[in-house]
């Protein structure tokens, strides 16, 4: 399947609701949906976007990716939310909450579409998302699991005040890439949320 084949033929029924959706501001964070498909295909196939996640991926692979993080929502009840932007409905990217089989803890974790970066998106979809892996899932901790040379993750990270704890070791097939996990506690983002609002 590519993004331009007619993968609205896959669209879930509008009764079936896979998990929450949040809004900010500027944004709208759902459960992806089959319409997200074509514009996750195409950030997939940026090897720029990609660099931190995994490398360039086919569109037979991202549907399979995509179909999986729903499959996480049917699942466990957390997985990652699409971003939209609210004006438009453009799908722009990605966050956790997520906690795979095997991670070293519960996860925000964030990637945007090339055309997303660089407009704060990031920072405002991971603040509601925090908000809501400690609200409402009642997690006492987050990490961010972040290449050391992702810098632009890394300043997300310290902008939401979260700090680096030093190197993480991912499970098979990812414990070769090189990560270090940021994190914070639930007090700390009471703190720091405060922080962010003004």
Known sequence: MSPDQDWAAYAVPPHVTLGPTLETERLILR?????????????????????????????????RTLCTIAGMWALSGEGMFSILEKSSGLWLGRIGPLHPYGWPSREVGW???????????????????????????????????????????????TRLGSRNRGPGVLPE?????????????????????????R
């Open 173 to 197: 097939p990812f414990q070769d890439h090189a990560v270090d996990l940021w994190g914070q506690t639930r007090n700390e983002w009471s703190v720091n949320r405060s922080r962010l609002k």
């Open 31 to 63: 459960p992806p949906a089959v319409e997200d498909f074509p514009r996750w295909a195409e950030f997939m196939a940026d090897p720029e976007t990609t660099r931190f996640i995994g490398g360039v991926q086919p569109a037979p692979q991202v549907w």
């Open 111 to 157: 990637s945007l579409h090339r055309d997303a970066t660089g407009k704060g998106y990031a920072v405002e979809a991971a603040s509601a998302t925090m908000d809501y892996a400690f609200d409402a899932l009642g997690w006492d901790d987050v990490i961010h699991c972040i290449d050391p040379e992702n810098l632009a993750s890394a300043a997300v990270a």
